[in-house]
């Protein structure tokens, strides 16, 4: 039977181009080296090394044999590795879709109670509603967080509950956040530049309403479909922006901005849904239960 201890030897003698680098590395003598190695030759029938240089190179039986011997030692690094896998706590992952029209900040804080979750693996895919749901009905993912309740399809039999409605509040740098500008609001809106969600997000076109009952025709410098970003930029100067009560707290994650004002009677829903094996998933659960309680 061929001796591993031998084959370990020579292979790592042919990694470092000679006896003396890898008996540095493994700490042992030279010689004791270049006796394992005589050994497997003997046994295999074939000289597998050759001096050259300094070094040593391979033979064309050493070629042969070098090339099964990093096979051998890959597997048994990934032996080692799903052995560990094995005897640890199994990983309790969580796909999720984030629809393109639903604000960041608040899928965020509706995914909070869940990230001390031990050994959590949450995996997040943004897109549009249509391809997440059919993601959904494949079971790739196990919840969608959208701004709309699942549409009726009975090929795809998916359920969904509402699991936030948020007030609105409004933000901007200090350099655009006076008292001036907070005293008039929101007419003042009328006057400084305005970041807004693009017309994937639902929350957009309750906005537009808004403004025309206002009669505020509001200078729209920027458009966004990820939340987080638009508050980034609005913290560099750019405008004052729009987020639900739910994504706010996360606003002071991004340092330099104040609250313009609050609109209590505009709303931010956020649907959580779900195929019938995602609804049994223990951290869907977990999401629903927690923003029920809140």
Known sequence: MLNFRHLYYFWLVAKE?????????????????????RELEKDLGHQLLKPAGRGVALTAAGQAAYARA??????????????????????????????????KLAAHALLEPILATPRLRLVCHEGELDELLSELALHELDVVLAGQAAPRNVNQRLSSERIARSALHWYGPASLVRKSTRERFPQSLQDLPVLLPTAH?????????????????PRIVG?????????????????????SELGA????????????GECPDLHEEVHAIWSRRGRDHPLVRQIVAAAQCA
């Open 201 to 217: 997000s639902p929350l957009r076109a309750t906005l537009d309403s808004w403004f025309e009952d206002l009669g505020v025709q």
């Open 249 to 260: 707290k996360d606003v002071g994650l991004v340092r330099g901005l104040r609250l313009l």
């Open 223 to 243: 458009e966004f479909e990820d939340s987080a970003l638009l508050a980034v930029f609005a913290a560099r100067g750019l405008g004052v922006f729009p987020v």
């Open 17 to 37: 181009g000679g006896f003396a680098r890898a008996a540095d590395r493994l700490g042992m003598a030279v010689q004791t080296i270049s006796v394992q190695v």
């Open 70 to 103: 990093e096979q051998i030692f890959a597997l048994g690094q990934g032996i080692a590795e799903e052995v560990r896998a094995a005897g640890s706590a199994p990983l309790a992952r969580l796909s999720v879709g984030l629809s393109d029209g639903i604000s």
